[in-house]
């Protein structure tokens, strides 16, 4: 079992050291993680330059870690394998990612934490944190300078081409994942962050374009640190956004990973809820951290996701451009959408679900919303996706359909609720690249049903026990 010694202990016990400015060092403590006095800060890796003691920290870490046999936790190729791998040996914990579309956010945050902790100590940094690369952001969608340096730790030669050459991704990333905060429910905006979530690793290409070898370019991991930041970012907004600890299962499902001395340990929903609290980090540049508790026992239904209108047959997304007529909206469903459109307390939202291709298609959609006929353009963008994990079905082990959300937010502003279509334009997920008729999947998409649906806020636990759970955590 772990023995996790707190930063409170330490300043008790007089083991501390006095921290200055600059990089900290282990200093006769070599596996512990929480040994600075604040939380770790995760950094923007497109501000650092290749010199930065963030990045050395990390080449130093991935060299040491490679040495490692693919036998030991702690190896490179081991903390690789948990997120997936074809190697036929399957030790604890290998292809544990993605299991489970609901824990997309909290897995991910838990794996994150758990490898930062292992490159502190073989970085010898003890404050190291993993830096994020915010995509969405229009003067850094290429990939950082730090990671395109031929021969250099960070480098993975197996990328497209054009993204080691500095080429940004596609805009639409920042649409996609703008309109996902928009909704107030966490496993729809799960969903809708996961769409662009799925364009970088697919864009970026090589080890990144499949769960299998993913986690062996250094990237991924900047990826996922500004993935994981905006689980943050959307509980800052408020307005009912909660984190799901009213679901029991969500609440109390374990997995287990490795510490920085290689021993399993495991962590749950309940575990990651306070980043800066439980875990010691916080994002450079982020509002202050919303601090959620699991009540002891508290049990709420599913959500009220309420479908206006549905189209439910067959539709296939091949070579160019591709329409789906949405069936008329009328009466009640009409008055719903129109009061939800032009900003009513429920968030409208259009909704894909079984999503899924024989293998990866290799490009991504952007998703429109208009009327019949229209010509898309940046007010009818609602978001983008690709397939990366779910959908894919020779992933064999744990096929699923793919889901994904979009707000509709502008897009559906001012328009007729009965005559509204979808628009699919294929892309490559590159900036300025071939984008609608000149370009196709490897294979073509299946897509099960398109709706569009009045997304809503989970129900929220009693202040006054919170109040309480706050309290009693403040004084362990």
């Avoid at 990390?58 to 081991?78: K, V």
């Avoid at 309940?270 to 009540?295: F, I, K, M, S, T």
């Avoid at 398109?450 to 009693?462: E, H, K, R, W, Y």
Wanted: net charge positive; proline share 9%; charged share 20%.
């Amino acid at each position: 079992m772990e023995t996790k010694l707190s930063r409170r202990h330490l300043l008790k016990a007089g083991a501390a050291m006095s921290v200055v400015g600059g990089t900290q060092f282990f200093t006769g403590i070599p596996a512990l993680a929480d040994y600075a006095v604040g939380p770790a800060v995760r950094r923007n890796a497109t501000a650092m330059a290749a010199t930065d003691p963030i990045l050395r920290g990390y080449t130093r870490a991935i060299q040491r870690m490679r040495a490692l046999p693919d036998t030991n936790p702690c190896s490179w190729f081991y903390q690789a394998a948990i997120h997936g791998t074809t190697d036929p040996r399957n030790l604890p914990s290998w292809n544990t990612c993605h299991l489970d579309a609901s824990f997309f956010w909290a897995w991910h945050r838990m794996y994150l934490y758990w490898f930062e902790r292992i490159v502190r100590k073989q970085s010898g940094m003890y404050d190291w944190a993993i830096p994020y690369w915010d995509w969405t952001n229009p003067a850094e969608r290429a990939l950082p300078p730090a990671f395109r340096i031929s021969g250099s730790p960070l480098f993975d030669g197996s990328r497209n081409p054009p993204i080691n050459g500095g080429t940004p991704l596609s805009a639409s990333l920042a649409t996609g994942v703008s309109n996902a905060l928009m909704l107030p429910s966490y496993f729809s905006t799960q969903s809708g962050v996961s769409g662009p979530h799925g364009t970088v690793h697919v864009t970026i290409g090589g080890n990144m374009v499949t769960p299998v070898t993913a986690a062996q370019d250094p990237i991924f991991w900047a990826h996922h640190s500004f993935v994981d930041r905006l689980w943050n970012m959307w509980l800052a907004q408020g307005g009912g956004r909660s984190s799901p600890i009213g679901d029991t299962v969500w609440r109390n499902k374990s997995y287990t990973f490795f510490d920085e001395c290689c021993q399993p340990v495991t962590l749950r929903g309940c575990d990651v809820l306070r980043a800066a609290l439980q875990l010691d980090y916080r994002y450079e540049g982020e509002p202050p951290q919303v601090n959620q508790y699991c009540p002891r026992i508290w049990t709420v239904g599913t959500i009220d996701v309420a479908v206006l209108t549905s189209f439910r047959q067959k539709l296939v997304l091949g070579p160019g451009p591709v329409r789906a007529p949405l069936p008329p909206v009328d009466g009640e469903s009409a008055k719903r959408l129109r009061q939800a459109a032009n900003g009513g307390e429920r968030v409208l939202a259009l909704r894909l679900r079984g999503v899924e291709a024989e293998t990866q298609p290799g490009i991504s959609w952007e998703v429109h919303v208009g009327p019949k006929g229209f010509a898309p353009g940046p007010r009818s963008l609602v978001g983008i996706f690709a397939l990366f994990s779910a959908g894919l079905r020779d992933r064999k082990m744990h096929f699923e359909p793919a889901e994904f959300s979009f707000a509709l937010g502008k897009a559906a502003a001012g328009l007729d609720p009965a005559a509204l279509e979808v628009l699919f334009v294929p892309i490559s997920g590159l900036e300025g690249a071939n984008r609608g008729e000149a370009l196709k999947p490897r294979v073509p998409v299946q897509v099960g049903e398109v709706a569009i649906v009045l997304d809503g806020p989970m129900a929220q636990p009693p202040r006054d026990e919170q109040e309480k759970l706050r309290r009693e955590e403040e004084r362990r």
